[in-house]
């Protein structure tokens, strides 16, 4: 890039800047990179500009730079939720694609800034990666490259499974201090609950004694798979702990990027559109611009599109709060012109879930065309169109993002220290093969032999592994 196309490139972000700020578009300040194709892979197969070495990185690298060589994708940006907020732009893109990223990544920026799902993730985790991947790299050295990393492939199997607590952040002793602040909400803690606990309850007179009542453990189901192993796996050396806990945080840092990928791209789309229409763009620039957004906001002919989808559920917001209809005015009291209003109170407080399950209207389901297939035989084929269905689908497909909801129901099943899991089912059964893949990860994670509570062909199954061989019963 010449000096000239760098003066005109910083120009047009200033413009770019502006206008997003006169639609009241809220962002930290921007930082632009523009980057050769190797860069942009790298970070894109990573996650992030500084993250530790693990072969899946490199198996993702490959994958998408040969599709990028092959002309079948190409990654234009790269935006990273921090501040000041960092945004990636290929070398190669054209002074009109480069307004149309400039754009987009400020909404992305908005939306990382204040969306309610965004509001614990660390804003300097580019910094807190790079510390991790060092002290990864000490532990290589120290322990064997071959030993962390069979380590690293059991964590990242299950790295999906935490418990981002919006309300309530997680503490060492989560089932002490916790439980007692739920009982007794309006007295300070004091740090000594657990002696208290220990005295019987007298106003329990003629029930079982303590001894007599066996305690769960945990008192409750517990979702965090990953901090439940780091805090109560018995045979974890002190660096295997480190590694959970660090995986961990850089996962709840992912997080609220999986539960809102469908209202994030959607976002970002709306504002680029809405912002390019205010440059004085030139005939050929309007047809670069409208031919490059046609390929990002479009259907997806094998997939959902997110962007798209998204898109056009902002815009009917939009429509709908700007001219509600005699009923929502006199039912709802909703009044004409608030739709921009509305836009950001949605991006404010909701996730793809609430998203799509009150804002999916019938009217949008049958303009897009939306049904559920499945797979009937060698076939797949269309099973549903019915409108509430496809959005009750697409809802269930975003629960938890997108991941099976597991839960741990006993840490010390048998008594005798094993780890007994539980699918919570809601119509979607499990992988197999990849049930019977991964559990020998969480089994060298815990230690002791696992089980896992299912249901298969409406029948619900135990699935364990012992450390040598995989077994299932139904119950």
């Known amino acids: 890039m010449t000096r000239d196309e760098e003066a005109a490139l910083e120009k047009a972000i200033a413009e770019i800047t502006e206008i997003a700020t006169g639609f009241g578009l809220d962002f930290y300040p921007m930082r632009y990179e523009i980057c050769p194709a190797d860069i942009i892979y790298t970070f894109g197969a990573y996650g992030m500009p500084t993250r530790f070495s693990h072969w899946t ?13 092959y002309g079948l994708s190409k990654i234009y940006e790269l935006v990273i939720n921090s501040n000041p907020c960092y945004a990636f732009l290929l070398d190669g893109n054209s002074f009109v694609q480069n307004k149309l990223i400039v754009a987009h990544v400020l909404a992305h920026c908005d939306f990382f800034k204040n969306n309610a799902r965004f509001s614990k993730t660390n804003r300097d985790m580019v910094e807190s990666m790079s510390a991790t991947a060092e002290r990864i790299r000490r532990y290589e050295l120290e322990f064997g490259a071959d030993k962390v990393e069979r380590f690293l492939d059991a964590v990242l199997a299950i790295q999906e499974h935490i418990d981002p607590d919006l309300v309530r952040p997680y503490s060492p002793d989560r089932y002490g201090r916790f439980d007692e602040a739920e009982a007794h909400p309006d007295e300070p803690l004091t740090g000594y609950e657990d002696l208290w606990a ?11 004694s303590p001894e007599d009542t066996p305690k769960r453990f945990p008192p409750r189901p517990e979702k965090d798979l990953l901090w439940f192993i780091q805090q ?20 709840l840092y992912f997080w609220p990027q999986m539960e809102t990928k469908i209202m994030n791209e959607g976002w970002a789309s709306y504002w680029h559109i809405r912002i390019m229409r205010e440059l004085d763009l030139t ?10 957004n046609s390929s990002v906001v479009v259907p997806s002919t094998h997939s959902l599109n997110p962007y798209y989808l998204g898109y056009k559920i902002f815009e009917n917001i939009e429509k709908r709060w700007d001219n509600p209809t005699k009923e929502e005015r006199e039912k709802l009291g909703r009044v004409s012109g608030k739709g921009r209003e509305k836009l950001f109170e949605v991006r404010e407080f909701d996730s793809d879930t609430s998203f799509l399950r009150n804002y999916l209207t019938r009217e949008l389901v049958e303009d897009l065309d939306l049904y559920v297939f499945e797979k009937k035989g060698s076939d797949w084929k269309i099973t549903d169109k019915t409108w509430h269905r496809v959005r009750d689908q697409l809802v269930y497909s975003r629960v938890n993002g997108g991941f099976p909801y597991l839960t741990v129901e006993n840490g ?9 899991l539980k699918h919570g089912y809601e119509g979607m059964e499990l992988d197999l093969k990849y049930v019977e893949k991964t559990l020998p990860y969480v089994q060298q994670l815990w230690g002791k032999s696992v089980y896992l509570e299912t249901i298969v062909e409406d029948k619900p199954v135990l699935f364990s592994y012992d450390g040598k061989k995989h077994q299932r019963q139904f119950l």
């Open 283 to 292: 005939p050929a620039e309007t047809i670069e611009f409208s031919k490059l």
């Open 198 to 208: 220990l005295e019987p309850d007298p106003s329990a007179s003629g029930a079982a």
């Open 232 to 251: 109560y796996a018995v045979e974890l050396t002190p660096w295997q702990r480190d590694i959970l806990t660090m995986l961990r945080d850089e996962m």
């Open 57 to 69: 990185f490199g198996k993702s690298f490959q994958k998408m730079r040969t599709q990028y060589e």
């Open 412 to 420: 010390d099943y048998g008594k005798r220290g094993e780890l007994y």
